[in-house]
């Protein structure tokens, strides 16, 4: 994979996980409290800049009541 869609991917999912939490009306401090992360770590994460584990994909997923899937199926 390039370097230009690794970033495209890490910003779509960012997008997708920002869009999730703001339709369940939740700040990044709420969020990043519920699945036990850093609140600069979700804010990373929704700008695209972290390379995010599988692991925390899931914790977000599960804080957010959705599947891990649903990050990727916009």
Known sequence: ??????VRVRRDFGARVREL????????????LACG????YIGGVERGER?????N??????????????FFDA
């Open 37 to 40: 992360l850093d609140r600069t």
């Open 1 to 6: 994979m390039n370097e230009q869609r690794e």
């Open 57 to 70: 994909i899931c914790k977000i997923a599960d804080a957010l009541g959705v599947g891990a899937k649903d």
């Open 21 to 32: 939490r703001k339709l369940r009306q939740l700040s990044q401090e709420t969020l990043a």
């Open 51 to 55: 390379n995010i584990s599988l692991i």
